[in-house]
């Protein structure tokens, strides 16, 4: 495979503009330091942060910047002691820096798609930030610190409850398989077009969020429940995922009042909405964050749960066949990295309006047609 010399990327030249393509720095095979791979990318996936981060002035960002975390492709250059080989066929995630044709990335956040598998570039590329997300949430020992998934697990039946809100996000898709095969049974919440679809990814359970009951709901499933709940993770809606959080506690502390039962008095709670801070909850919920101090920087915050990601269970559950890819991709049609700022600002609608008007506007979108199959995972192929 003969070397690159031309790289372009989508430049981020200030807050609240679209990107614009222009070249970029290569970096030559002497310059990457341990655990470094360059590889040329097959295809981007669009996270929520990339609108989010295009839309705000944010202090320390020095412009221009490049956006994009979520990156398949092959290998073009490694480390002298890198675990992948020039070729291999990877997929990963960097801590943005990812909307370029060639990107130099971590190979610790990076994992082979398995060579027996079906699957393509657009398949895994989808994982990126959100697997890595939910699992250091879920794992990370400043935050839930649940116990780690495995091959094999078999759900007992006193099981541990894992409450996520949001299921049928990314980081939820993947919440509900990670907690599942580390062998707590998943109850979530999401709009009820989607029960099916959080079932098939391993939940016992699920409701509708936009219910006005919900959280009494989920409040009463928690309470009668014989088997304690060891978490909740808000992985979805922003300040108004964490109210219903906070809704659902409320609730449940009622319960406990009224009947004076000896229940489980607190629960620890984490949610993925890391831009607004979030330090008052209910006296029944516990909120695991990492204080200021340990707060690691991305993307070194997402190591110390590697072997739940691209380290080793994510890679060796997809080549068993027994993990699947959530959401699915829906592919924009505009190929490059020209077809990249459509795919953020279609992020844009769903976020701010949902998945009514991204279908409306989602002509351009491969399966789409205003129709579109959802949940799904934005996804720009290389041209
Ligand atoms: N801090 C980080 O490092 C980090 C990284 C990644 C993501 N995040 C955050 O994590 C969240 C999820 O990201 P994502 O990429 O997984 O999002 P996503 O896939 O775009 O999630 C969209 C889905 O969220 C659900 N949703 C929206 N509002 C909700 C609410 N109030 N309650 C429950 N579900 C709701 C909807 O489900 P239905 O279709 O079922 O209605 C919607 O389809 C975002 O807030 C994002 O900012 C944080």
Same mark, same amino acid.
């Given at each position: 495979?003969?070397?690159?010399?031309?790289? !372009?990327?989508?430049?981020?030249?200030?807050?609240?503009?679209?990107?614009?393509?222009?070249? *970029?720095?290569?970096?030559?095979?002497?310059?990457?330091?341990?655990?470094?791979?360059?590889?040329?990318?097959?295809?981007?996936?669009?996270?929520?942060?990339?609108?989010?981060?295009?839309?705000?002035?944010?202090?320390?960002?020095? $412009?221009?910047?490049?956006?994009?975390?979520?990156?398949?492709?092959?290998?073009?250059?490694? *480390?002298?002691?890198? !675990?992948?080989?020039?070729?291999?066929?990877?997929? %990963?995630?960097?801590?943005?820096?990812?909307?370029?044709?060639?990107?130099?990335?971590?190979?610790?956040?990076?994992?082979?798609?398995?060579?027996?598998?079906?699957?393509?570039?657009? @398949?895994? /590329?989808?994982?990126?930030?959100?697997?890595?997300?939910?699992?250091?949430?879920? +794992?990370?020992?400043?935050?839930?610190?649940? @116990? +780690?998934?495995?091959?094999?697990?078999?759900?007992?039946? *006193?099981?541990?409850?894992?409450?996520?809100?949001?299921?049928?996000?990314?980081?939820? *898709?993947?919440?509900?398989?990670? /907690?599942?095969?580390?062998?707590?049974?998943?109850?979530?919440?999401?709009?009820?077009?989607?029960?099916?679809? /959080?079932?098939?990814?391993?939940?016992?359970?699920?409701?509708? $969020?936009? @219910?006005?009951?919900?959280?009494?709901?989920?409040?009463?499933?928690?309470?009668?429940?014989?088997?304690?709940?060891?978490?909740?993770?808000?992985?979805?809606?922003?300040?108004?995922?964490?109210?219903?959080?906070?809704?659902?506690?409320?609730?449940?502390?009622?319960?406990?009042?009224?009947?004076?039962?000896?229940?489980?008095?607190?629960?620890?709670?984490?949610?993925?909405?890391?831009?607004?801070?979030?330090?008052?909850?209910?006296?029944?919920?516990?909120?695991?964050?990492?204080?200021?101090?340990?707060?690691?920087?991305?993307?070194?915050?997402?190591?110390?749960?590697?072997?739940?990601?691209?380290?080793?269970?994510?890679?060796?559950?997809? #080549?068993?066949?027994? $993990?699947?890819?959530?959401?699915?991709?829906?592919?924009?049609?505009?190929?490059?990295?020209? %077809?990249?700022? #459509?795919?953020?600002?279609?992020?844009?609608?769903?976020?701010?309006?949902?998945? #009514?008007?991204?279908?409306?506007?989602?002509?351009? /979108?491969?399966?789409?047609?205003?129709?579109?199959?959802?949940?799904?995972?934005?996804?720009?192929? !290389?041209?």
């Amino acid at each position: 495979m003969s070397a690159p010399t031309l790289n !372009r990327a989508l430049w981020q030249d200030q807050p609240h503009i679209p990107g614009t393509i222009r070249d *970029s720095k290569l970096p030559s095979t002497d310059e990457l330091d341990e655990h470094k791979i360059l590889i040329k990318v097959h295809a981007w996936a669009i996270n929520p942060c990339d609108y989010m981060l295009q839309d705000r002035d944010i202090p320390g960002f020095g $412009y221009p910047i490049i956006l994009g975390c979520d990156v398949a492709g092959t290998v073009v250059a490694i *480390s002298p002691t890198s !675990r992948f080989r020039i070729g291999d066929r990877v997929f %990963g995630v960097t801590a943005n820096n990812g909307f370029q044709e060639y990107v130099t990335l971590d190979e610790r956040l990076m994992a082979r798609i398995p060579d027996n598998s079906n699957l393509e570039f657009r @398949d895994t /590329v989808g994982f990126g930030l959100c697997i890595v997300t939910a699992a250091m949430l879920l +794992f990370g020992k400043d935050w839930l610190n649940l @116990d +780690f998934p495995s091959l094999g697990v078999r759900i007992p039946k *006193s099981a541990k409850i894992i409450l996520i809100w949001g299921g049928s996000s990314a980081v939820g *898709s993947n919440a509900i398989q990670l /907690v599942t095969a580390a062998g707590y049974n998943a109850i979530v919440t999401c709009s009820a077009a989607n029960f099916d679809y /959080v079932k098939r990814l391993g939940a016992v359970d699920a409701f509708n $969020y936009k @219910d006005p009951d919900v959280a009494e709901k989920v409040a009463a499933a928690l309470f009668n429940s014989e088997c304690e709940c060891a978490g909740i993770l808000m992985a979805a809606g922003l300040k108004a995922g964490n109210d219903g959080v906070c809704k659902v506690a409320a609730a449940l502390e009622q319960k406990q009042t009224q009947t004076q039962k000896q229940k489980q008095k607190q629960i620890n709670f984490t949610t993925s909405d890391l831009l607004d801070p979030l330090d008052q909850v209910p006296e029944n919920l516990v909120l695991k964050k990492p204080d200021l101090a340990s707060f690691k920087p991305f993307p070194e915050c997402y190591f110390d749960t590697t072997t739940a990601t691209f380290g080793g269970f994510l890679p060796e559950a997809l #080549e068993k066949g027994v $993990y699947q890819v959530a959401p699915p991709p829906l592919v924009v049609n505009k190929k490059g990295l020209e %077809g990249i700022q #459509e795919a953020i600002d279609l992020q844009r609608l769903i976020g701010e309006k949902g998945y #009514e008007a991204f279908k409306e506007a989602a002509v351009n /979108v491969s399966g789409a047609g205003g129709g579109a199959v959802l949940p799904a995972k934005l996804v720009v192929e !290389r041209s």
